[in-house]
């Protein structure tokens, strides 16, 4: 398993002062998690196309675009173009998740998969040859600021063991309740890259956040 990292998440920045945000963390991890919302998969809206093609200008942080969005397979270009080095996708969301994960990666970028809590994990497996990222939803999407689901502890250490079988070296990330309380837990159980929102914005110098979470992890 690659070592532990941090991937600040966007959604639980200040929008009105994105980019003094996005730069105080600059320096702590190397992966910049992006929430596109549509309002239909998830029942919120978030930025897009227009935000993000704004903020590549001035960073060179890995953008990890994670789309929770009902037609994905539209718009790969488009987000590609906007800046996007990593696009994450739902499998609930398409009904060929190769051919989609093809597809980002004919524009010369790397492929994620998502799941939502309800949806079985073992439905990953068949496609996880074709994958540079795997996202554990460990809340409901949509919304920041929620608690982690217990149960996520299993539905990760199943990925990070099938991983393993197959000799994989993708990334296995969890987003949804990461903070001090439950980044052990979380690591313990697999994942190698942690996307945490409130923990690190809500924090006065969010690079402390960064920081903690690591410290913990290596604790």
């Known amino acids: 398993m690659s070592r532990v990292e941090v991937a600040p998440s966007l959604l639980s920045a200040d929008f009105g002062y ?3 945000d996005i730069k105080s963390v600059e320096n702590s991890c190397s992966k910049l998690h992006i929430d596109v919302m549509d309002g239909h998969f998830v029942p919120n809206l978030s930025f897009g196309i227009p935000v993000i093609r704004s903020i590549r200008k001035y960073t060179d942080l890995i953008f990890d675009v994670h789309l929770m969005i009902t037609n994905p397979d539209e ?17 609930e969301c398409t009904e060929d998740p190769k051919a ?10 790397k492929a994620g998969i998502a799941i939502h809590p309800d949806t079985p994990v073992e439905k990953l497996f068949p496609y996880l040859p074709y994958i540079d990222n795997i996202l554990i939803m460990s809340v409901y999407p949509g919304f920041g600021g929620q608690g982690y ?25 969890v987003d ?14 697999g994942c190698n890259v942690l996307v945490a929102g409130s923990a690190v914005f809500d924090k006065e110098d969010p690079a402390s956040g960064v ?9």
């Open 18 to 20: 994105l980019m003094r």
């Open 211 to 219: 920081r903690e979470i690591l410290e913990c992890v290596s604790q």
């Open 75 to 91: 718009f790969i270009e488009t987000f590609v173009k906007a800046g996007a080095d990593r696009i994450t996708f739902h499998i």
């Open 176 to 189: 949804g309740g990461i903070n001090i309380k439950t980044c052990r837990e979380v690591a313990g159980a």
């Open 100 to 109: 989609l994960a093809d597809k980002i990666h004919s524009f010369g970028k």
């Open 149 to 173: 689901m217990k149960e996520a502890t299993g539905r990760i250490r199943a990925v990070r063991d099938e991983l393993d079988r197959i000799g994989s070296d993708a990334d296995l990330s």
